[in-house]
């Protein structure tokens, strides 16, 4: 069939399977051309199948030549309507990975409950013996406990109200959005879907069945951002969160010390994400940071950002590191110029000014890619098997 783009707010309903196969080929020869020793040979990818965990899936096999198994929740096609992107893109990664003589294997599952736990570990003693590096990249909107409890995240601030501008992304205008103070209840859930419970309750597992090799490193990915999203992002519900993914990777690597394990937290850089479409205020940061980095020449995406993780950061020697321990991948975003600029042109933008001050362009160009369109080389008016 032919498939093409159906947006609906902040999320593409359909995914172009040939599309997702280019972004995956592109990220891949990106990653192949910053190749580097001394990186992992055997690694376990928590959510690998968009964004940051598949460009981390992308890295370590093709740029460090490891064994990848990744874990991802993802829907096949049916009927007339297509798979995730994540299902093709995962699928063009084990394509080219075959290809190519590498390792790669994946679990379609919850990756918060104990049967993938169980089935994970199955597969790294049977497969790999033991993994090297575990990556925890998951971004899911609500988790489900053994016991039937659902817990869902919430986009709000935590104690006021907050209101800022912020784009209309469907219509192109710049407006004030107010954002609801959350409940207790509502903190606490973005907590559990979004902190660091699960991560913990992987290593304990991985740890138990003996399946972490010495010395094993472990990462997780957070963002911070500029004082001006402070009260959604970083002192909101999803910087509650991410507090308590940093806290447990204190807790992870003080456990398991005498195991020589490393947990680290890299906070990476904005960019366009399903996740990240969502928030409030935030797509209009983005589309004004984009503009400012590409003038610098500086800009990244997923994978030159993973890539950089890797090969500058992790595995060249002793890891560099803020006051707090933390990784920092938006170093380049956090700029003193970067953000003197961004900030300039935030207080001019409007709705009649927004197409000529910000990237508006490239944010759309960034969210169609996730979906599979919009590539230069595709010949989107070809039937496809879906």
Partial sequence: MIVEPKVKGFICITAHPEGCKESVKRQIAYAKAHAKEGCPKKVLVIGSSTGYGLASRITAAYAGGAATLGIMFEREAAGKRTATPGMYNTRAFEEFAAKDGLYA????????????????????????????????????????????????????????????????????????????????????????????????????????????????????????????????????????????????????????????????????????????????????????????????NIHEGCIEQMVRLFTEKLFAGEVPMDEKGQIRLDDWEMREDVQKEVMDIWAQATTENICDIADVEGYWEDFYHMFGFKFDNVDYTKDVEI
């Fill in 105 to 296: 294997k994946t679990i379609n599952g919850d990756a918060f409950s104990k049967e993938i736990k169980e089935e994970t570990i199955r597969t790294i003693k049977e497969d790999l013996g033991k993994v090297d590096m575990v990556v925890y990249s998951l971004a899911a909107p609500r988790r489900a406990m053994a016991d039937g409890t659902v817990y869902q995240s919430t986009l709000k601030t935590v104690g006021e109200e907050f209101s800022e501008k912020t784009w209309n992304v469907d219509n192109n205008t710049v407006y004030t959005a107010t954002i609801p103070p959350a409940t207790e209840e509502e903190i606490e859930s973005t907590v559990k879907v979004m902190g660091g419970e699960d991560w913990m309750d992987w290593m304990d597992a991985l740890k138990e069945a003996d399946v972490l090799a010495d010395d094993v490193i472990t990462v997780a990915y957070s963002y911070i951002g500029p004082q001006l999203t402070y009260p959604v992002y970083n002192n909101g519900t999803i910087g509650m969160a991410k507090k308590h993914l940093y806290e447990s990777s204190c807790k992870i690597a003080e456990k398991y010390k005498d195991a020589g394990v490393k947990a680290y937290v890299s906070v990476n850089k904005a960019l366009v994400t399903q996740a990240s479409s969502a928030i409030p205020i935030v797509p209009l940061y983005f589309a004004i940071l984009y503009r400012v980095m590409k003038e610098k």
